[in-house]
């Protein structure tokens, strides 16, 4: 006989309650499907946002939207409507889509409002509160905490009097009221003698507050404290919370071994994932483990396109400061000047990770370093200024330790790279030293003398070669029958001067004609049209310059990172120039 879908949906919360969420959310999944099915809409509401309990942050939402959203479009009780809108805007926000869940938001509280019932208010509030989480809403979330805050004064449910402590201990971090931190975070702490789930919040943001004052001593029992907590009810995002808790004592406390321990966690997590953030934080945690070289490779991924394009939403400053941490860290310089342009707009805000799980700082602090390695050398100094009076205000003492031995250099000079053929063609500066003659050198050295210039890859080896130009459009023949012949004839030209002679450019200017002529041709020497060639040229000027790049990298890795950071290859190449860049060409 088949269980009645209300001893499922009591089943279900059971599971919860016990921390077994994936046997909770398995059976509020099969509830939903089958309340749809028999038409039982407030069965399916409380299924569908039982099932919401699983989401994680910066996680994707899934099919997690549309089926609570199935649900939405077909109840008419503005209680279930209020709870579903606002769960939905919840789900968008979590996954850092904060456009989609602001409509929710607002219909939400709408709802909630014209009814008279506080617990969905304060549910309501919450979503409106994770929708608007971006750097430009700061003023609007002290207002909208402040009447959560009033809504649950009276109110006995744990959940909503969490959240109420949760968002003022936010907002009062967010603008660094030092009395209302610790306010708020003894509230949560005694409705944590009640609460499993307010106990382990209590538990992660009392070690934010002790790492802001530079107490690294209390990090292993509020964690076994948190973890006992999370043992005895289900939250979603217990694992990454306790990382944080383990990676960041170890990152102000110096201990690299774990810094290394914890990296690798987040850059999985952030790759598997597709995470900005978490690969941000990742990469701010290799520095702290000592290795430069993975916090490069991550920084790899937040080109400045990729900051340029990050949505407004909980994670935008701190993804922001924990990239420019590690750009500074790895002399990303093009990252840099992008990150420090972004937020420049931002001054004297601090930066915390999502509900006050961490403190990162203030902007001042990474913008004056920033600005230093720019060049910027008297901004740099008034915002040191401006960190140190904050930190020494608030009592952050590791961070402003770090600040007073950091000194704002003087503006920095533009870095001049070297790169040119040596006289007599058999030989390359590249830096201080000299590489054998290859061909992805030629390739190299047309691409820098025309910066920020799109060179098709037939170009290149049409130049490469010194002869006359390729066509490049995708119909009709590489070369006519009297290029080709040209081609041949001088082949045998040059085959005559070398014969023993080994003379590097003439053996560079045969085998490029070679290249071009076998590329010109197909099977039987039949004429090749430009489709098929356009794309060995990639692939063979693809090859050359990545030949090149090892050869410069073995003996100057700072010419060789900037080039690899810096030349793009395809069937189109370029060359970015980077800030503070200038070339020796020959």
């Not at 609570?68 to 503005?78: K, N, R």
């Not at 070289?293 to 340029?308: K, T």
Request: hydrophobic fraction near 45%.
């Amino acid at each position: 006989m088949t269980e009645p879908i209300g001893d499922l949906l009591d089943r279900a919360d059971r599971l919860l309650a016990a921390g077994r969420g994936a046997d909770a959310m398995a059976t509020y999944d099969e509830v939903a499907t089958l309340a749809l099915a028999a038409g039982d809409l407030s069965a399916a509401t409380r299924a569908v946002l039982g099932l919401s309990r699983g989401q994680r942050f910066d996680v994707g939402a899934g099919l997690l939207p549309a089926r609570l959203h199935a649900v939405y479009v077909q109840v008419d009780d503005p209680v279930a409507k209020a709870r579903l809108a606002a769960t939905i805007a919840r789900t968008w926000a979590y996954s850092g889509q904060p456009a989609r869940a602001i409509g929710f938001a607002d219909q939400a509280v709408a709802f909630a409002r014209g009814g008279s019932d506080p617990a969905v208010l304060a549910d309501c509030l919450d979503a409106t509160l994770t929708a608007h989480w971006g750097p430009d809403d700061l003023s609007r979330r002290r207002a909208w905490a402040a009447e959560l805050d009033e809504t649950v004064a009276h109110l006995l449910e744990s959940r909503a009097r969490q959240q109420a402590h949760l968002w003022g201990l936010t907002v009062a971090f967010e603008t660094l009221d030092l009395p209302a931190v610790h306010r708020q975070l003894r509230a949560l702490e005694r409705l944590g003698e009640q609460s499993a789930e307010a106990r382990f919040f209590g538990a992660s943001r009392r070690l934010a507050v002790d790492l802001l004052r530079g107490r690294f001593d209390t990090a292993a029992y509020l964690r076994s404290v948190a973890r006992d907590a999370a043992a005895a009810t289900f939250i979603a995002d217990h694992e990454n919370v306790l990382h944080a808790m383990t990676a960041y004592p170890a990152l102000l406390a110096g201990d690299e071994e774990t810094c290394a321990d914890e990296a690798v966690v987040f850059e999985e997590f952030g790759l598997a994932e597709g995470s900005p953030t978490i690969l941000a934080e990742g990469a701010w945690v290799w520095v702290g483990a000592g290795r430069l070289d993975r916090a490069a490779a991550l920084v790899g991924h937040l080109s400045p396109n990729i900051l340029a394009g990050l949505p407004r939403d909980a994670d935008w400053l701190l993804t922001l400061q924990c990239t420019l941490e590690a750009a500074i860290a790895t002399d990303a310089l093009d990252v840099v000047d992008a990150a420090t342009d972004l937020l420049t707009a931002y001054e004297g805000r601090a930066v915390i990770n999502a509900g006050a799980v961490m403190f990162h700082g203030v902007t001042d602090d990474t913008l004056a370093r920033g600005h230093a390695l720019l060049g910027h050398d008297a901004t740099a100094h008034r915002l040191r200024d401006q960190a140190l009076t904050t930190y020494q205000r608030i009592g952050a003492s590791w961070w402003r330790a770090r600040l007073e031995r950091w000194s704002a250099p003087s503006a920095r000079h533009a870095e001049t790279f070297v790169l040119h053929p040596l006289p007599g063609g058999r030989l390359w500066r590249a830096g201080s030293a000299t590489v054998p003659s290859v061909r992805g050198l030629g390739y190299l050295h047309l691409l820098l003398s025309a910066p920020g210039t799109d060179i098709s890859a037939l170009d290149l080896m049409s130049a490469g070669a010194g002869q006359a130009t390729v066509l490049q459009a995708d119909t009709g023949d590489l070369l006519d029958e009297q290029a080709i012949a040209a081609y041949r004839r001088r082949l045998t030209e040059l085959d005559q001067l070398l014969g023993d002679n080994e003379d590097s450019r003439l053996s560079t200017e045969r085998d490029a004609l070679a290249e071009q002529l076998d590329a010109a041709l197909g099977l039987g020497g039949r004429r090749r049209s430009t489709g098929s060639t356009a794309e060995r040229a990639r692939v063979a000027v693809r090859k050359a310059i990545v030949g090149a790049l090892l050869r410069i990298a073995e003996v100057d890795p700072a010419l060789g990172r900037h080039l690899y950071e810096h030349i793009r290859t395809g069937a189109v190449c370029r060359y970015e120039p980077g800030p503070l860049a200038r070339w020796d060409l020959g």
